[in-house]
């Protein structure tokens, strides 16, 4: 698995299988762009769109990839929580 552009095309558009996409995004991209981004918001205010819009892509990417497994509950488990995590962002702000 390598970070080419169309990676992050083939998510937006679901196209990844659901294990690969938890592991990559979630594990090796998550950290790094934390990392990065992390300082960009302390120095540059152009780091808040940017973690915006890596969310929305998160987001997306994931609802799309949510059935793209073996087992079609995984695809019901993650939809669910991903509306459970988003009404909590809501009520809790």
């Not at 937006?12 to 998550?30: A, C, I, K, T």
């Not at 929305?56 to 929580?81: K, M, P, S």
Request: net charge neutral.
């Amino acid at each position: 698995m390598d970070f080419r552009p169309d990676y992050f095309t083939a998510g937006w558009r679901g196209q990844l299988p659901l294990s690969e996409f938890l592991w990559v995004s979630d594990q090796s991209v998550r950290l790094t762009l934390l990392i990065v981004l992390g300082l960009a918001v302390i120095f540059f205010p152009i780091g808040v769109p940017i973690i915006a819009l890596y969310c929305l892509w998160l987001f997306v990417a994931l609802w799309r990839c949510a059935f793209n497994a073996e087992w079609q509950g995984w695809g019901y488990i993650i939809r669910i929580g991903m509306v459970v995590a988003a009404l909590a962002a809501v009520v809790g702000s």
